[in-house]
C-alpha cells in the first residue's frame, strides 16, 4: 500500500468520527434499561429467564426456610446466612431465612436455581455501594423491598452512529 | 617537580585502580512487570546489548490462583463460578469446554437450542475479549485512537451479552447440561443490528489502524516465527495461524453445534507480528458471520438444559475436551472416582502455551520492538497462571 495513501485514509477515518455522536451513557443521569425484572427461575421446567442477576429479592410468604440456598453458595462465596426473623408464616415453621453478604456475592445465581419454592429472585438492582462493610450484609427484611427501577435509556444504533438514549 | 605535575600523576595512580568494564557490564537488565506490563502481572527478565535484546528469561506465576486445586473441593456446578474468573471477559469459553468434559464424563448431550445459544455466547465473548485485547495493543504502539474505539466498540456485545446471560462479563452461563436461560424477547433482531453495525466498524479500524502506514512499519517484519519453529513451540490460536498452519479447535475437532456452521479458518503466511496482530481482528470478523449463521439455524423452540441433580456424581473415568478460545486451544481434563466432586482437573490454556514462543522471538530484535511483539503473542497472564 502507498504510505501516502494510507496515512489519508486513516486520517480520512479519524475525521469521519467527529461526526459520529457520542457513545457514552452520562450514567447517574441515565441509567440503563433492562430485559425483564432480573434473573429468575422455573424449578418446575428447570430454566432461568433471562435478565440482570443484581441484588437478590427474597419474597418472605414463600421461604420456607428449607437452606437449600444456602447450601448451593456454599461451595461458591459462602454469602448466604440463615438467620432469625420475627415473622410467623406457616410454611415456615423454623422462622429462618437467608440473609446475603453483598461483601462476599459472586452475582453467580445459582441460589436462585437451587430454591425449589419460587421465593429468591435477582433484581436489576445493582447500586449496592456502601461505606462500611457491615451495610453490605442484606437482612432477610431488607430484602424483601423490591428496587425502584428507573433506567430508561437503551443501546440504539442510528445513521449517526451508536448511542445510549 | 610543580605541583601540577604531582597532580598529574596522582590522577595517573587513581585511574590504574579504576576496573576495566568486563563483557558483563556492557549488557543492562531490564526487569518488564512484575507490575501490569499491560494485559496483567507477569515479569519477563531481559538482558540488554546496546538496543538490542540477547537474553530473557519470563517469569509466569504472579497470579497463580490455584484453580485446579479449588476444583477439587468443589462439585461440579459450584465449580462453575471461580473457574470464569481467569479470564473474565471471555469466560464463556472457559467454562465451555469445563461444560463439554463434564458432560462427556456424565454420558449427556445437550438440547439443541442449548448449543445454539452456547455457540453465540462463545463467539459473542470471543469478539469481547480481542476488542478489548485490541484496545491494549493499540495503546501500548501509542496508538491512543485504537485504544478508544474497540473500548467502546466492545460495548455492543457487552449489551447483547447483558441481556442474554444477565452479566456484562464472568457471566456463569455456561453450565453442565446446556444453558442458564433461555434467549429474552426480541433478543435475535437486537443482536443482528448491533453485529451488523460492529462490522461496519470494524472496516474503520482497518483504515485507521491496520492500514496504517507507522503500524505497518513497526509490525511487518518484526519477530517472525516460521511455521516450523511454530509447530515445535506448541503454540496455538491465533499465534500458530498466523504462522500458516490453518488450524482451528472449531473445525478440526467440531463440537457441538460447529460441524453445521459454515466458517473459514483464517490464516497468514508472513508469519510475523503484523499477522500475529491481524488474525485476531479477522476472527472477530469470521465470528460476526458465524452469529448471523447460528441465529439463521436456529430452532424456534425447545429445551436450552439438560436437568441434573445439584450434586451429581461423576461415574470413575476420564474426559477430555478443548474448545478454541479467544487465544487459542483451552482444554480441561477431568478425572472422576465416582464422587460428586472432581478427582483432578487439569487446565491447558492457550496463554500459556503461547508466552513460550516469546524468548525465541524477542532474542535478537530491538528494545522498541518488544511492545508489538510482546502483545502479538494474545498473551493473558492470569489465564496461563490460572
Ligand atoms: S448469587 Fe451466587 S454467590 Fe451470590 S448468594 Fe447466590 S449463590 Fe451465593
Ligand atoms: S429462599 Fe428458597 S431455598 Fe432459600 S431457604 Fe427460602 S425457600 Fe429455601
Keep these: 500500500m502507498n504510505t501516502a495513501s494510507g496515512f489519508i485514509k486513516a486520517l480520512e477515518s479519524g475525521t469521519k468520527h467527529l461526526f459520529i455522536k457520542r457513545f457514552t451513557l452520562r450514567y447517574p443521569e441515565q441509567k440503563l434499561k433492562f430485559v425483564g425484572d432480573g434473573y429468575q427461575f422455573d424449578p418446575k421446567k428447570g430454566v432461568g429467564i433471562a435478565g ?4 437478590h429479592i427474597l419474597f418472605h410468604d414463600k421461604c420456607t426456610g428449607c437452606q437449600l440456598c ?35 456475592c459472586v452475582f453467580c445465581g445459582l441460589c436462585v436455581d437451587a430454591c425449589p419454592f419460587y421465593a429468591l429472585y435477582m433484581t436489576n438492582d445493582y447500586e449496592l455501594s456502601s461505606y462500611t462493610k457491615q451495610h ?12 425502584i427501577d428507573n433506567g430508561d435509556v437503551e443501546l440504539k444504533i442510528g445513521s449517526r452512529g451508536a448511542t445510549h438514549g | 617537580m610543580s605541583s601540577l605535575d604531582e597532580k598529574i600523576d596522582e590522577a595517573k595512580k587513581l585511574s590504574m585502580q579504576i576496573v576495566k568494564e568486563s563483557d558483563e557490564d556492557k549488557l543492562m537488565t531490564l526487569s518488564v512487570g512484575p507490575q501490569h506490563p499491560g494485559t496483567g502481572h507477569f515479569r519477563f527478565i531481559i538482558k540488554l546489548d546496546g538496543d538490542y535484546i540477547v537474553y530473557v528469561n519470563i517469569d509466569p506465576g504472579y497470579v497463580h490462583r490455584g484453580e485446579e486445586k479449588m476444583c477439587e473441593y468443589r462439585n461440579y456446578f459450584t465449580n462453575i463460578p471461580h473457574l470464569e474468573r481467569p479470564v473474565i471477559h471471555d469466560s464463556a469459553n472457559i467454562t465451555y469446554s469445563y461444560s463439554l468434559a463434564v458432560e462427556d464424563l456424565i454420558g449427556i448431550t445437550v438440547p439443541r437450542r442449548g448449543q445454539f445459544l452456547r455457540a453465540i455466547t462463545s463467539e459473542l465473548d470471543r469478539i469481547n475479549y480481542t476488542l478489548y485485547w485490541l484496545a491494549i495493543y493499540g495503546i501500548f504502539l501509542g496508538h491512543s485512537t485504537m485504544f478508544m474505539w474497540p473500548a467502546a466498540d466492545r460495548e455492543l456485545v457487552l449489551d447483547l451479552l447483558e441481556r442474554l446471560t444477565g452479566h456484562r462479563i464472568t457471566h456463569a452461563f455456561n453450565i453442565p447440561g446446556g444453558v442458564r436461560n433461555d434467549m429474552p424477547n426480541n433478543f435475535k433482531e437486537k443482536c443482528l443490528s448491533q453485529i451488523n453495525y460492529l462490522e461496519k466498524r470494524l472496516k474503520e479500524y482497518e483504515h485507521i489502524f491496520y492500514n496504517n502506514p507507522l503500524f505497518r512499519q513497526r509490525t511487518e517484519g518484526v519477530g517472525i516465527l516460521s511455521k516450523e519453529d511454530a509447530i515445535k513451540l506448541g503454540v496455538t490460536g491465533s499465534v500458530l495461524r498466523a504462522s500458516g498452519v490453518p ?7 467440531p463440537y457441538d453445534i460447529y460441524n453445521e456452521i459454515d466458517f473459514n479458518v483464517q490464516y497468514m503466511k ?55 478460545s479467544g487465544r487459542g486451544a483451552l482444554s480441561y481434563h477431568i478425572v472422576s472416582d465416582g464422587t460428586s466432586r472432581p478427582y483432578r482437573v487439569k487446565i491447558s490454556t492457550g496463554s500459556f502455551r503461547n508466552i513460550l514462543a516469546l524468548p525465541f522471538l524477542l532474542v535478537g530484535s530491538m528494545l522498541g520492538d518488544m511492545p508489538p511483539i510482546y502483545w502479538s503473542l494474545n498473551y493473558w497472564p492470569i489465564e496461563a497462571d490460572r
Design chain 1, 136 to 147: 453490605l450484609i442484606y437482612t432477610p427484611s431488607q430484602l424483601a423491598i423490591k428496587p
Design chain 2, 270 to 324: 508472513t508469519c510475523d507480528s503484523f499477522a500475529r496482530a491481524y488474525i485476531p481482528f479477522l476472527d472477530v470478523r469470521e465470528s460476526c458471520h458465524i452469529i448471523r449463521e447460528l441465529l439463521d439455524k436456529m430452532p424456534e423452540s425447545g429445551d436450552v438444559r439438560e436437568k441434573l441433580l445439584s450434586n451429581i456424581k461423576g461415574p470413575p473415568g476420564e474426559s477430555f475436551k478443548r474448545v478454541e
Design chain 1, 52 to 55: 440482570l442477576r443484581g441484588r
Design chain 1, 70 to 104: 444456602s447450601i448451593a453458595c456454599e461451595g461458591i462465596a459462602e454469602a448466604i446466612a440463615m438467620v432469625k426473623v420475627d415473622e410467623q408464616w406457616k410454611q415456615n415453621k423454623k422462622s429462618i431465612m437467608p440473609q446475603i453478604d453483598y461483601g462476599k
Design chain 2, 247 to 253: 488450524y482451528d479447535i472449531r473445525k478440526v475437532e
